[in-house]
């Protein structure tokens, strides 16, 4: 089992849809990114967490320790926010598989 | 400020051939990972320096792949001998300290096809 898992694998939504992605660990966790990888494209870091909640223009970030959840909201979502989205977990760097989101007009 | 520079951003070489990616990240930051992102797969870390330290190399193979952080700035990542199940694109990162809670920030990669 993955220490770091993410569902959906793969997400298509329309335009302005509200989107969710979550991703569950199993490991102890001095920090939470959420990463972004354009197709072709290099990752892009959108937020380290640790506790709480982050906010970014039209993206929200959410962990609960507790529960070893974290979520990843966009609002408004836009065509231009079709990527991949993966969660890691330090020390270890322990890295989800991704989500594909696509976003239609 | 400058990104995580990495080099060459393409290669091609046949199996059994030997190939060396290299990384400069961004001043300062004490921790430099390099990972493997095969297709369709999240990155796999391959090993981790802090300064000219090696942090973890768990999931390195070391029967055929090498790295080095001699000075503590800049990376080396070789592959000798080249396998087929070794394309993929190696990705360089750095942070400020290696616990995990500063923010990671990724070069461009470089990617490695095999034939």
């Known amino acids: 089992k993955n220490e770091v898992e993410q569902s959906p694998q793969n997400l298509t939504a329309q335009e302005g849809e509200f989107i969710t992605i979550n991703c569950s660990y199993s490991?102890?966790?001095?920090?939470l990114h959420w990463l972004q990888q354009h197709p072709g494209g290099g990752i892009v870091s959108l937020f380290m967490?640790?506790?709480g909640k982050k906010k970014h223009g039209r993206l929200i970030a959410t962990i609960n320790i507790q529960e070893k959840h974290s979520s990843l909201h966009i609002t408004a979502s836009h065509p231009r926010d079709s990527a991949v989205y993966i969660c890691?977990?330090?020390?270890?760097?322990?890295f989800g598989t991704g989500t594909r989101l696509t976003i239609i007009p | 400020e400058a990104g995580v520079a990495q080099s060459p951003r393409y290669k091609i070489i046949e199996k059994r051939q030997s190939v060396a990616f290299w990384c400069n990240p961004i001043s300062g930051h004490a921790t430099l990972y390099w990972y493997q992102q095969i297709l369709g797969q999240g990155p796999k870390l391959l090993i981790q320096?802090?300064?000219?330290?090696?942090?973890?190399d768990s999931q390195l193979p070391k029967d055929r792949f090498s790295a080095e952080r001699l000075k503590g700035v800049d990376s080396t990542l070789k592959i000798q001998p080249a396998k087929l199940e070794d394309s993929a694109v190696y990705l360089c990162?750095?942070?400020?300290?290696?616990?995990?809670?500063?923010?990671?920030?990724f070069g461009a990669g470089s990617r490695l096809t095999v034939l």
């Open positions: 890691a977990v330090g020390p270890r760097s322990a």
């Open positions: 320096f802090q300064n000219n330290g090696v942090v973890d």
């Open positions: 490991v102890g966790i001095s920090a």
């Open positions: 967490l640790s506790s």
């Open positions: 990162a750095s942070s400020l300290e290696g616990t995990g809670a500063n923010v990671l920030t």
